[in-house]
């Protein structure tokens, strides 16, 4: 029997955990190396903390698919019945390359709001806050998000999409969630590594580790740079901030778990989270970069 038909017999869940273990292998020898001999500083991690983030890569890379399977479904029928003919008759008409292009653009828009309300609203900051527990940058990072974080900013995503008829069976560009959330993904682990590069005007165009570590700055100023991959969105609400240099510490003021359970609790534990505060450095990181 070939290794084809062996997965053929095994449970989608079985595939979907050896999927996930061989990307894990290839990021791991991609961005190691590349964090080792270019780090932007000299971090260690606990066993501990290095288990709950493998957590993290599994639990946010499964469950969330899982849950919104139903609800985008019934956003793709209601985007059919509620919008004009000739929405998905222009769709359609379009090239293949611009229905992607459009497709991206539109869900980085709703990607951006999303996470700039888990940020500004205390009971979504209250999940979100897990990803900004983490003072040590590097490329699992990415995935240390509660799962309630992760439905809330994909449905923000992609809910446009599935509206507008550019998602969901027979659309007009039914692989623009796919290519959002690939490359929302991939470059993921890319902004959170611990890489010192800088990309000079290439960073008007694209997010890089350097604008994204701003982004999980511990001290002043902090809710900057909510975009995953268009910074041009934050130049556009008000949002951006990318100085030369780098923020002296990562993380958040109140204490979170290490543990993978803990982690998962600790919003529902939380009786009041508020909305992101950070300490107030007095020094150049308080500055305007813009």
């Given at each position: 029997?070939s290794?084809?038909?062996?997965?053929?017999?095994?449970?989608?869940i079985v595939?979907?955990?050896l999927?996930l273990?061989?990307?894990?292998?290839?990021?791991?020898?991609?961005?190691?190396?590349?964090e080792?001999?270019?780090?932007?500083?000299?971090t260690?991690r606990?066993?501990?903390e290095l288990?709950?983030?493998l957590g993290?890569?599994?639990?946010?890379?499964?469950l969330?698919?899982?849950?919104?399977?139903?609800?985008?479904a019934l956003?793709?029928?209601l985007?059919q019945?509620?919008?004009?003919?000739?929405?998905?008759?222009?769709?359609?008409?379009?090239?293949?390359w611009a229905?992607?292009l459009?497709?991206l653009?539109?869900?980085?828009?709703?990607?951006?709001w999303?996470?700039?309300?888990?940020?500004?609203?205390?009971?979504?900051?209250r999940?979100?806050?897990?990803?900004?527990?983490?003072e040590?940058?590097?490329?699992?990072?990415?995935?240390?998000?509660?799962?309630?974080?992760?439905?809330?900013?994909?449905l923000?995503?992609?809910?446009p999409?599935?509206l507008l008829?550019l998602?969901?069976?027979?659309?007009?560009?039914s692989a623009?969630?796919?290519?959002?959330?690939?490359?929302?993904t991939i470059w993921?682990?890319?902004?959170?590594?611990?890489?010192r590069w800088r990309?000079?005007?290439?960073?008007w165009?694209?997010?890089?580790?350097?604008f994204?570590?701003?982004h999980?700055?511990k001290f002043q100023p902090?809710n900057r740079?909510?975009?995953?991959t268009?910074?041009?969105?934050d130049r556009?609400?008000?949002t951006?901030y990318l100085?030369?240099?780098?923020?002296?510490?990562?993380g958040?003021?109140?204490?979170m778990?290490v543990?993978?359970?803990?982690q998962l609790?600790?919003?529902?534990?939380?009786a009041?989270?508020?909305?992101?505060?950070?300490?107030?450095?007095?020094?150049?990181?308080?500055?305007?970069?813009?």
């Amino acid at each position: 029997m070939s290794v084809l038909q062996t997965l053929q017999t095994l449970p989608a869940i079985v595939v979907d955990v050896l999927r996930l273990s061989l990307w894990l292998v290839a990021l791991t020898m991609l961005f190691l190396p590349l964090e080792r001999f270019f780090g932007e500083r000299r971090t260690r991690r606990s066993w501990s903390e290095l288990g709950s983030d493998l957590g993290f890569y599994f639990l946010s890379s499964l469950l969330p698919t899982i849950i919104l399977a139903a609800p985008l479904a019934l956003l793709a029928v209601l985007g059919q019945r509620l919008l004009p003919d000739a929405v998905p008759a222009t769709l359609a008409a379009l090239p293949l390359w611009a229905k992607l292009l459009l497709g991206l653009v539109i869900g980085e828009v709703g990607t951006y709001w999303g996470h700039r309300l888990s940020h500004e609203l205390p009971w979504l900051w209250r999940f979100h806050a897990v990803h900004h527990g983490t003072e040590h940058m590097y490329f699992l990072a990415n995935t240390r998000s509660h799962p309630v974080d992760m439905v809330v900013t994909r449905l923000f995503g992609l809910t446009p999409l599935y509206l507008l008829g550019l998602a969901g069976p027979g659309a007009a560009g039914s692989a623009a969630p796919v290519l959002l959330l690939l490359v929302g993904t991939i470059w993921g682990f890319f902004i959170h590594a611990n890489l010192r590069w800088r990309f000079g005007p290439l960073e008007w165009l694209v997010a890089t580790p350097a604008f994204h570590h701003w982004h999980h700055s511990k001290f002043q100023p902090i809710n900057r740079n909510y975009a995953s991959t268009l910074p041009l969105l934050d130049r556009l609400f008000g949002t951006h901030y990318l100085p030369s240099h780098w923020p002296a510490a990562c993380g958040i003021d109140t204490p979170m778990p290490v543990s993978l359970a803990g982690q998962l609790m600790a919003p529902l534990r939380q009786a009041s989270a508020g909305t992101p505060a950070a300490q107030k450095l007095p020094d150049r990181a308080g500055q305007s970069a813009d």
